[in-house]
């Protein structure tokens, strides 16, 4: 799976989007719920690191795949959205 950009692109999305689900649904109640607020400014770096990563991913299949900006804008518009990065990787599925 990595050894195309797709492939590339799908599985930094896959770690991505489980970064953004782990920093909403256990960093963030451990901050307000059981006052940790270091929870979320490790899990926050660490996601803020992989979002650029993904990022660079994205242009990087864009560029090689040559698809439409509309796929471009789907996945950065998805990287925002919790289980985004998980919908826009059944769109890619058809890409391998």
Request: proline share 5%; glycine share 10%; hydrophobic share 55%.
């Amino acid at each position: 799976m990595l050894h195309t950009p797709i492939g590339r692109l799908r599985t930094m999305g896959f770690i991505e989007g489980m970064s953004l689900l782990i920093l909403l649904f256990i960093a963030m109640p451990l901050k307000y719920w059981a006052g940790l607020p270091l929870a979320v400014t490790i899990v926050g770096s660490v996601h803020g690191g992989l979002f650029i990563l993904y990022l660079l991913v994205l242009a990087y299949a864009t560029f090689s795949v040559k698809w439409p900006l509309k796929w471009s804008a789907a996945g950065f518009i998805a990287a925002f959205v919790p289980f985004g990065n998980f919908l826009y990787d059944r769109g890619l599925r058809k890409y391998k």
